[in-house]
């Protein structure tokens, strides 16, 4: 009995060490020196990578991103072949001259103190290790590198359109992710990015007019001025070249940006981090972005305390860049537009924080795992601050668009390879915010939330996988939900459901409910009593194995049998007259994307009962 007792607790031991969440390990050292003549960046990089894998890795891969913004890059003839190209972009870059251009080159790179080999395929660094590196355990790669800054065009540059000098995004030759599906080594053509976790030690030096914002916290801020000193400290700077040093600690990038402008105020949100905020005070900008501060206050409390306390102590809102695009620990937005643009963009990336830079799903595949998620937070969050309904209204539109126009793909595939934009965008922001409406209604509000916090706190700084954010959301709720998520993301099949028939027999009223579409989903239905009164008929899906809590105690409900998915019809039985019915509805919540909502609701004013012909 104890051999048979060991041999069972060894089988289970094993069993928990092959199903353990691996993942790669990275910390850089960089320092870097930017000429703001040349636009040329010089540097050098010490990176230490743990091999936490159960592989021997004989190779290594590197991002260079500045490498895109050269004519002929595959970032150049996706823009100018897709059919509907980013206004942003277009042919921009096939015209940029040898001195706008972007580049990244290496100049050298060891391997632990010796030479590597390694070629440049595109935007990748391919390197042969002169050694091969052993499942757990750790090397070190030293390199030094040449890049120039190109003019802007998407996300990095100089230059932008509203005259900010350096956006300082994907900037530095990257390692590229590795873990349990392999390599994540993808040429860059302006969709999303995947990190390893890591350490970022970065020394930046640069004519000291200008001043920094970006990932991790500044260690010397007496040095340096510029609104980061304490009030009161003297700044003692040294001649020449200012050098600003950053440090932070398990993140996935490095960004930052420069101007000789910006000005630079700060607030603090109660009991979470202190907000840097980084801009051109101009007619445009000085009174939306004082008012945006605030905000930016609110959205960081109602994030925390409904999805999960924020990590760090610091964040920055930086004006740069061509957009919104979000980083560890700050963002890069536009910040001359409207204070509702402003304050839209600025939620959108900061929520980004949440679902990118502390989860960090690989959202080059799973895009609406971290656009989708962010769309939803960041629209609860406003709506909150606002007092506004959390309906979603905008996503389920524009998914309904897409389904109209004929274009729809799957949300499945990797970002890069959607046939056109429209598709990716709104599959990645709409239809991920859809999903997540969605299963608010098909398990309840409470569960949902519930869930919501739970994911984060349990698979922050994982890199979480789809399947990890289903099975949180079945153990919170009981339910089956797998088969939501394959429809959903997986098809392009669409929800329809209608009213058909509505006959009275023997003093009861049946109403045929009818599934038009291919996608299954538990139906609530509400019928409406002519004296006033409603009542709330709720119609499981056999595949969930469970059903959801009654969600409004206000009415009466009536749970009954699940409907299999393979029936086309369902009949309702109500224990009234049909003359005391008003009107059936489907989902008066609008929460279903029911690809045809005329057929939803059958009012009752015609309908006369059932005489049977043999009487």
């Known amino acids: 009995m104890k051999i048979f007792i060991c041999l069972v607790s060894l089988l289970s031991s094993n069993f928990v060490v092959a199903q353990e969440r691996w993942q790669q390990r990275v910390e850089y050292t960089m320092n870097v020196a930017l000429n703001a003549q040349t636009h040329k960046l010089t540097g050098d990089q010490k990176l230490v990578y743990y091999n936490n894998s159960p592989d021997t890795l004989t190779k290594v891969y590197y991002h260079l991103f500045f490498n895109a913004f050269q004519p002929g890059s595959m970032m150049d003839v996706r823009s100018r072949t897709i059919a509907d190209p980013d206004r942003r972009v277009m042919d921009r870059i096939s015209k940029l001259a040898p001195d706008e251009i972007g580049y990244q080159h290496i ?51 100089r230059d932008n359109r509203e005259g900010i000098s350096y956006s300082m995004t994907q900037w530095y030759p990257k390692l590229a992710e590795y873990d349990f599906q392999g390599w994540h080594a993808y040429q860059y053509v302006a969709r999303e990015f995947h990190g390893v976790w890591g350490d970022f030690d970065v020394k930046i030096t640069l004519d000291p007019k200008f001043v920094i914002g970006g990932t991790g916290k500044l260690q010397n801020p007496e040095a340096i001025g510029h609104g980061y000193e304490k009030t009161g400290s003297a700044v003692k700077r040294p001649k020449g070249d200012l050098t600003w040093h950053f440090v932070a600690k398990d993140v996935i990038d490095f960004a930052w940006a420069a101007d000789p402008d910006y000005t630079h105020d700060i607030q603090q949100v109660p009991n979470g981090p202190e907000l840097h905020f980084f801009y051109q005070k101009n007619e445009r900008t000085t009174t939306t972005w004082k008012n945006m501060q605030p905000v930016a206050v609110r959205v960081f409390q109602f994030l925390s305390s409904t999805f999960g306390k924020y990590p760090f102590d610091t964040y920055s809102i930086i004006q740069g860049g061509d957009g919104g695009m979000e980083y560890p620990m700050c963002t890069l937005i536009l910040g001359e537009g409207t204070q509702a643009g402003l304050n ?10 949440w ?50 126009s004929g274009l729809q793909e799957p949300a499945s595939q990797h970002s890069d390879h959607y046939t056109t934009n ?35 706190n349990t698979w922050k700084m994982k ?67 002519r004296e006033g009164t409603k009542e709330l008929f709720y119609i499981p899906l056999n595949e969930q194995l469970g059903a959801k809590p009654n969600e409004d105690k206000s009415i009466k409900r009536t749970e009954l049998d699940a409907w299999p998915w393979v029936y086309p019809i369902y009949t309702v039985q109500v224990n009234r007259k049909t003359s005391e019915i008003l009107n059936i509805e489907i989902d008066p919540s609008q929460r279903l994307a029911d690809v045809n909502r005329k057929n939803n609701l059958k009012e009752l004013n015609e309908v006369k009962p059932f005489k049977d012909p043999t009487q």
Not at 369 to 377: H, K, L, N, V
């Open 107 to 157: 100049q050298s790179l060891k391997q632990d103190g010796k030479a590597a080999t390694f070629k440049v395929n595109g935007t990748l660094l391919e390197v042969t290790l002169p050694k091969p590196l052993l499942p757990k355990s750790k090397t070190i790669f030293e390199m030094t590198f040449e890049a120039q800054v190109p003019v802007q065009i998407r996300r990095s540059g």
């Open 344 to 353: 839209g963009v600025m939620a959108h990336e900061v929520a980004h924080s």
């Open 355 to 404: 679902y990118q830079m502390t989860l960090a799903s690989n959202e080059a595949l799973y895009a609406w795992m971290d656009e989708g998620f962010t769309d939803f937070a960041s629209t609860e969050a406003l709506n909150s601050i606002t007092n506004q309904p959390n309906t979603h209204a905008s996503s389920y539109a524009s998914y309904f668009g897409l389904v109209s």
């Open 422 to 456: 429209r598709a990716y965008s709104t599959a990645a922001y709409s239809m991920g915010a859809v999903f997540l409406q969605q299963l608010k209604y098909i398990i309840g509000d409470e569960a949902f939330y519930k869930g919501m916090k739970r994911y984060y």
């Open 463 to 529: 890199h979480p996988e789809p399947n990890d954010f289903v099975r949180i959301m079945e153990k919170v709720s009981g339910q089956q939900l797998h088969w939501y998520y394959r429809y959903w993301i997986q098809t392009t099949k669409r929800i329809d459901y209608g009213v058909g028939s509505v006959t009275e027999v023997n003093g009861t009223t049946l109403v045929e409910l009818q599934r038009v579409g291919e996608f299954p989903m538990p139906v609530d239905v509400v019928v409406t009593y």
